[in-house]
């Protein structure tokens, strides 16, 4: 479906966008590219959407070299309408209504208008927007705006979708029908390229996961694949009173600690089962403790794992400056 | 041929009451106090001139600077719609809705100044053709600049050189290059038929003096059809 082989970009200023990244996609693939912010991602999505030209490298979009049908008008047109994208900024000719928006987009994509009212009203109907559609979208909320962004991508019934943070702002049932809509597209051999920050939805989503770093590719493989790189171990943070002193006797299925002043933070291969053992240690010392939060590991720990920075810092409740990789 | 960015323009300046009201009073009150004032005709021509032709260019590149820099133009671009199209459209739609603002003031002119019914008629052929040729204007300097005050900049002094190449600041010569430059000009059929309706003493337009003009607004507008890639910001994309 598409294949991105060395892709670069080079802001104007000079700032390296990305440097020589391979990704691609098959028919049903949903590939997830996740990284903090500056690390390519939207770069990359622009590149694959033909917005941006890579020079270096070479993009195939449906079989064909994209850099010769950007030259031939008909085709860059064809290749164009086969593709449904979601920018991360959700833009809208504001004085018109949501449905004229969504019939404009429609149109642009060369649907005739009957098929595109009856489209765009399903679509529409299955983002919770139809209350909305005769309003301007200057009064729309954000999210309401990323809905009508999302339908007006999926309007024409692209056969590949490129979306830039889709599920930033939408409500949990929202985020649910999206989730739905994108599986189900999948499963008609629509290829998905997605950016997000969010390890959640990538896990649920992807059948590929690329994390990107500093424009570069730092690992791919399926959420199960990169989860195992980093063992399975529950995090458990335990919020004290005072500093743990450094002889805190630990459980043995605790893999790894960390002690900070006001907080300790262990890694256990046996997930929640060690709580008891590890609360009756820091008890012992005296410590009173504040709460304990346990974390499953997700993608934001395979990013520590092989960039040793938090990839979201904004989910972790701190940022833990100087950790080592496990 | 999809006219979807059309539709859209007229849909947004319909929604927009507010400035459409003041699309048509604001000029309608500046050109009905020139008009009823005792300022010569040749000067009163003038301003009317640089007054429609600065609407349609400011009219045509503040919108495109701002649905640039929104991003709106590269939503359109990558539906696979055609830049130049695109452009087309935009130029096409802003003219004629500039000309329908526009046509309460050209009625004062022609009742204020007493024009006669030929001088009226070719009033609106002519301020057709030089709205179109400020809104592809508008359209070439919004590719050039980078903010909406750059565009404004930019649509003020192209508009205002060119009004001064169409001759609308000084008596005409015939013979010398600045009079072959003024009968290819867009705008010089515009002014020739403001200083007509204003009974400045300036000849009735033969029809055929539109002809040239014509040619030469068409022939920009291919170049900007073909060009358009360029402008909208897509690296020719």
């Known amino acids: 479906m598409f294949a991105a082989t060395d892709i670069s970009y080079t802001y104007s200023s000079g700032r390296k966008g990305l440097g020589k990244v391979s990704v691609d996609g098959a028919p049903g693939d949903r590939v997830v590219v996740m990284g903090p912010n500056g690390s390519g991602k939207s770069t990359l999505l622009r590149l694959v959407s033909t917005e941006l030209p890579s020079r270096p490298g070479s993009l195939t979009l449906f079989g064909e070299a994209c850099e010769s049908s950007m030259g031939d008008f008909r085709k860059r047109r064809d290749l164009r309408r086969r593709i449904g994208i979601v920018q991360d900024t959700p833009i809208h000719v504001e004085d018109l209504t949501g449905l004229e928006n969504g019939l404009l987009f429609a149109e642009l994509y060369g649907l005739p208008r009957a098929e595109a009212l009856s489209a765009f009203s399903a679509l529409s109907t299955s983002l919770g927007l139809d209350d909305a559609l005769d309003v301007p979208t200057r009064e729309y909320s954000y999210g309401m705006k990323k809905k009508l962004l999302i339908a007006e991508a999926l309007v024409h019934d692209p056969e590949m979708l490129i979306l830039d943070e889709p599920a930033l702002g939408l409500d949990p049932p929202t985020r649910v029908a999206l989730l739905r809509m994108l599986e189900e597209r999948s499963e008609r051999g629509v290829c998905t390229l997605v950016a997000t920050n969010e390890p959640e939805l990538a896990k649920k989503l992807a059948t590929t996961v690329v994390l990107l770093h500093e424009g570069e590719v730092v690992a791919h493989g399926s959420p199960a694949e990169l989860l195992a790189k980093v063992g399975g171990a529950t995090r458990i943070e335990v919020h004290v009173t005072g500093s743990p002193p450094a002889d805190l006797g630990l459980p043995a299925d605790i893999v790894s600690i960390q002690l900070r002043p006001g907080r300790i933070i262990a890694e256990s291969r046996s997930g929640p089962d060690v709580l008891p053992q590890l609360v009756g240690a820091v008890l012992a010392t005296g410590l009173k403790i504040e709460r304990i939060e346990l974390r499953e590991p997700d993608l934001t720990d395979v990013f520590m794992l092989y960039t040793g920075q938090a990839l979201n810092p904004e989910a972790l409740n701190r940022p833990l400056e100087g950790d080592s990789s496990p | ?237």
Request: proline content about 6%.
């Open chain 2, 1 to 237: 041929m999809n006219l979807a960015v059309w539709r859209a323009q007229w849909l947004t300046a319909l929604r927009r009451r507010r400035l459409l009201a003041f699309n048509i009073l604001i000029p309608l009150v500046f050109v009905a106090t020139i008009a009823l004032s005792p300022a010569p005709d040749v000067h009163a021509a003038a301003t009317f001139t640089v007054l429609f032709a600065l609407f349609g260019t400011f009219g045509s590149s503040i919108p495109l600077i701002r649905d640039g820099e929104s991003g709106l133009l590269r939503r359109y671009v990558l539906t696979g719609v055609h830049p130049g199209g695109l452009l087309l459209q935009h130029i096409f739609a802003t003219a004629t809705l500039d000309l329908i603002q526009l046509a309460p003031s050209v009625l004062v002119i022609v009742v204020a100044k007493g024009s006669s019914a030929p001088q009226a008629a070719m009033v609106l052929p002519a301020l057709a053709l030089g709205l179109v040729a400020a809104n592809a204007l508008g359209a070439l300097t919004a590719a050039l600049a980078k903010s909406v005050a750059e565009g404004a900049l930019f649509s003020a002094m192209a508009a205002l050189l060119l009004l001064h190449w169409a001759g609308t600041f000084r008596t005409p010569v015939p013979g010398t290059w600045q009079a072959t430059l003024e009968a290819w000009n867009p705008f010089r059929p515009l002014h020739e038929s403001l200083l007509a309706a204003a009974g400045a003493g300036g000849p009735d337009l033969d029809p055929v003096l539109l002809a040239i003009p014509m040619g030469v607004t068409v022939a920009v507008l291919l170049v900007i059809a073909a060009a358009g890639r360029y402008a909208i910001g897509l690296g020719g994309r």
